[in-house]
């Protein structure tokens, strides 16, 4: 047997695959973010809305797009597997509970709208309802606290720089949900759910600014990552980012306060992804260059992405311009 | 977790509790998997036929169907998140070992099937009105190519544990990994043409019989319903030719299971000593013991000396078939025979029930025997039970390797989980998926429900002879 060791080299046409790789991971981290991030904002929204047809658009909002939305989480779990399997089964058995519960609060996020709109009784409705909204709460929660976690190397289940992160990513949630709905709908409830992105936005800057700083505090490890002039510069933008998006949505710019919106939770995934190179594992020490597959699975997955991913962006494509525009309540099939 | 905690909870170490888990979690991702899998080519004829002909019939076959199909679909993907997660969470060193075999078509998997799955599925639900009749009629055969991918996909992840090729043992941080060095081998493994054969026949299989319960429940309830005699009708060819082709299938199968796999061939029947192996067609529990320990003498059995060793070999009757007693760790027998028996028992069911109904089609009285529509009705869900008793057959008689003479489950496992740990993940698996079944049932329940009252407020009064109907559209 041979010890194989690193086995960064040969790459397709020499480029630096496990980097690239690793860059990939955190895109797919990102999409899943913003596009299934809109979709637990609205479901956040859901408890500020007790009339039955303004409930109605929040789930018609997103009844199209939230299956293809969370197929970025698998592909994430599958990208990660396929590049970095050690890491996949380092990470993933060491934050064993909180990987269930993450996957029980998305389970309660599907299955609740479905059979919410199953009847039309008022107690059925109440508690599916607040399933879903627990579901949506939740979800992008313990989503912060595994991204903490992993960024940290903690062991812990819960800790406070984890929560905290957590709540920053559900307050960004809400602020990608404010800024799809304006988007799809053109009554009352586009302007009344500006109070709410104000008040989401608010939240998160006071957040993140909370994460970086407990970040600096408790991670001496990444104090000078933290310093970079690239970590530095995202943040710098991250920041000008909410300026926009608070000015777009000030002036009823739906799209332009929906790109601000997904700048901002781009800038966000390659700020952690910045802090975190070059390690991938911190608690098993592992750089990128040390976790990576070997060439040859790395080159086939490498040219199966190229290939697929233009594929996947025609899809969504299609998807998003066939619902396009305002939601109809009443349509169905 | 704390002492009184693990205390409590010691009988469930972490290997069985990881283990009950990944059989719980998948067994109930595979019913809906499949149905996906078997569905899809009812939704592409149905859509069509609809679509291109115009006929009533096929719009509401359609819609009944699209809608099952979509909660289903739904079902599918909250129970199929997990177990992309669960090879990281519970088997870590299984993920590690042969990440580099299997990682990459799990990630084929999501890029290629899932997103086609689920886009186009949103076209097929809630786009009607939006889309242009063609690009209609694509996004059902998107979905449904969609649907066969991901069972493309995770069958060569599977076929490649059952017969693993295509790699060499390397030495890689500290552990023995599987190296990738063949592709095209490790892709296509021996057991991959069986087992997708296999595997997606099954799924027609499973959601023919579905269709055709249902089908013969609003029958039963009202013999007016034309669009139900057309899907009747359209179940009974597809089981006429699928059924039979299973068990012709699966008895090379098993050839080739003997082939590949001896130690789980040997434990399909219950075969403890090397040599000739007897084939028995029947065997009935001659008492308690055999429930747990089916050895010949335990069983009251209706043999064919020799057989076995024929069908193993493809005509040696003197065969020398490797019994369990070669090997040092066994399979749990007991669940393997029995389960092949129940899989093999219901196959051979679903031929005399095709054929049952192939008659009544030539007669052309598919729709006027009582008995025929009960036995449909209550034969709807146990093409699903056969498929899960294959599966047991598969994966528990591959036991004790988790990858066939690479790596044992018990060394796959996580090595820092904890008994309190998997007995709460267990308990809220088995909660949560008895909720989505109990869901889904529900659901389908009130499809069915809402399907029939229409049928009886349209269908009122007429009292039409069946034989004229296959050619009139309904009335509404």
């Known amino acids: 047997m041979t010890d194989v060791g690193t086995l960064a080299s040969d790459t397709l046409f020499g480029l630096p695959l496990a980097d690239i790789w690793f860059g990939l991971v955190f895109f797919i981290l990102g999409m899943f973010l913003f596009l299934d991030g809109f979709d637990f904002g609205i479901g956040i929204l859901f408890a500020t809305r007790d009339e039955k047809h303004e409930r109605e658009q929040l789930l018609a909002a997103?009844?199209?797009?939230?299956?293809?939305?969370?197929?970025?989480?698998?592909?994430?779990?599958?990208?990660?597997?396929?590049?970095?399997?050690?890491?996949?089964?380092?990470?993933?058995?060491?934050?064993?509970?909180?990987?269930?519960?993450?996957?029980?609060?998305?389970?309660?996020?599907?299955?609740?709208?479905?059979?919410y709109e199953q009847r039309e009784d008022k107690p059925w409705q109440k508690w599916w309802g607040r399933a879903f909204i627990v579901g949506s709460f939740t979800a992008p929660f313990f989503l912060g606290i595994f991204i903490a976690n992993w960024?940290?190397?903690?062991?812990?289940?819960?800790?406070?720089?984890?929560?905290?992160?957590?709540?920053?990513?559900?307050?960004?949630t809400v602020v990608d949900g404010v800024a799809f709905l304006r988007l799809k709908t053109r009554n009352e409830l586009r302007d009344d759910v500006r109070a709410d992105g104000f008040r989401a936005l608010i939240l998160y800057l006071i957040l993140v600014v909370l994460t970086l700083g407990v970040v600096y505090i408790t991670a001496p490890e990444l104090q000078s990552a933290l310093l970079s002039p690239l970590v530095v510069g995202l943040v710098v933008v991250n920041l000008v980012l909410t300026g926009i998006y608070a000015v777009a949505t000030s002036f009823n710019r739906y799209y332009a306060a929906f790109v601000a919106n997904a700048g901002l939770v781009f800038t966000l995934v390659s700020i952690i992804g910045s802090l975190m190179y070059p390690y991938i594992d911190r608690v098993e020490g592992l750089t990128v260059d040390e976790a990576i597959v070997s060439t040859l699975p790395l080159n086939i997955m490498s040219i199966g992405a190229a290939l697929l991913l233009p594929l996947i962006f025609l899809y969504f494509g299609v998807l998003y311009s066939v619902f396009s525009g305002p939601i109809k309540v009443d349509e169905s099939y | 977790m704390g002492v009184a905690l693990s205390s409590v909870v010691a009988f469930l170490p972490p290997e069985l509790g990881s283990r009950l888990q990944f059989g719980w979690t998948i067994s109930v991702h595979i019913l809906f998997a499949s149905l996906s899998i078997g569905l899809a080519p009812f939704i592409v004829y149905f859509t069509w036929k609809d679509v291109h002909q115009g006929d009533e019939r096929y719009a509401r076959l359609r819609e009944f169907w699209v809608s099952i199909f979509a909660i289903g679909f739904v079902m599918g993907t909250v129970t199929g998140i997990p177990m992309s997660f669960q090879f990281g969470t519970n088997f870590p060193v299984f993920s590690e070992v042969a990440g580099e075999l299997i990682g990459g078509p799990l990630a084929f998997e999501a890029k290629m099937a899932f997103f086609l799955e689920a886009v186009f599925l949103g076209v097929l639900l809630f786009g009607r009105e939006r889309v242009s009749d063609r690009t209609y009629v694509l996004s059902s055969v998107l979905v449904g190519i969609g649907a066969w991918l991901s069972g493309f996909w995770i069958l060569v992840v599977n076929a490649w544990m059952q017969t693993p090729q295509g790699f060499e043992?390397?030495?890689?941080?500290?552990?023995?990994?599987?190296?990738?060095?063949?592709?095209?081998?490790?892709?296509?493994?021996?057991?991959?043409?069986?087992?997708?054969?296999?595997?997606?026949?099954?799924?027609?299989?499973?959601?023919?019989?579905?269709?055709?319960?249902?089908?013969?429940?609003?029958?039963?309830?009202?013999?007016?319903?034309?669009?139900?005699?057309?899907?009747?009708?359209?179940?009974?060819?597809?089981?006429?030719?699928?059924?039979?082709?299973?068990a012709i299938h699966g008895d090379a199968y098993a050839r080739h299971v003997e082939n590949t796999q001896p130690q789980k061939f040997a434990a399909m029947e219950a075969h403890y000593d090397t040599g000739q192996a007897d084939l028995h067609l029947i065997a009935i529990p001659a008492n308690p013991d055999a429930l747990l320990d089916?050895?010949?003498?335990?069983?009251?059995t209706i043999s064919l000396p020799g057989v076995g060793s024929y069908l193993a070999s493809g005509g040696d009757a003197d065969a020398e078939i490797l019994g369990l007693n070669e090997y040092e760790e066994s399979p749990p027998v007991a669940l393997v025979f029995w389960a092949f028996r129940f899989m093999v028992g219901l196959g051979f069911l679903f031929i005399g029930l095709a054929l049952w109904g192939g008659t009544l089609?030539?007669?052309?009285?598919?729709?006027?025997?009582d008995r025929f529509l009960e036995a449909m009705m209550l034969a709807s869900p146990l093409g699903f039970v056969a498929m899960l008793t294959g599966w047991y057959v598969t994966e528990i008689g591959r036991q004790p390797w988790v990858i066939q003479g690479i790596l044992q489950t018990d060394e796959a496992v996580s090595t820092s989980l904890t008994s309190g740990e998997v007995t709460i993940t267990l308990v809220g698996f088995v909660v949560l998926y008895l909720a989505l079944i109990g869901a889904f049932v529900y659901v389908l329940a009130s499809l069915v429900e809402s399907e029939q009252s229409r049928l009886t407020d349209h269908e009122s009064g007429h009292d039409s002879v069946w034989e004229s109907l296959p050619v009139v559209g309904s009335d509404d």
């Open chain 1, 151 to 172: 960024l940290l190397g903690t062991m812990a289940l819960i800790t406070l720089p984890g929560v905290i992160t957590g709540l920053m990513v559900v307050a960004l």
């Open chain 2, 361 to 369: 089609l030539w007669r052309g009285s598919l729709t006027e025997s």
């Open chain 2, 294 to 300: 089916p050895r010949a003498e335990n069983l009251w």
């Open chain 1, 62 to 115: 997103i009844t199209p797009f939230w299956d293809g939305n969370e197929v970025w989480l698998v592909v994430f779990g599958g990208a990660l597997f396929a590049a970095f399997p050690a890491v996949y089964a380092n990470l993933f058995s060491r934050h064993y509970l909180l990987m269930f519960a993450i996957l029980g609060a998305l389970i309660l996020r599907g299955l609740a709208p479905e059979m």
């Open chain 2, 169 to 246: 043992l390397v030495e890689r941080n500290g552990r023995t990994i599987a190296q990738l060095t063949d592709p095209v081998a490790a892709f296509l493994t021996p057991r991959f043409p069986w087992m997708f054969t296999h595997m997606m026949n099954a799924a027609v299989i499973a959601v023919a019989l579905g269709v055709a319960g249902i089908s013969a429940y609003f029958l039963w309830t009202n013999r007016d319903a034309v669009e139900w005699a057309t899907a009747l009708r359209l179940a009974i060819v597809i089981l006429l030719i699928s059924a039979p082709f299973q």
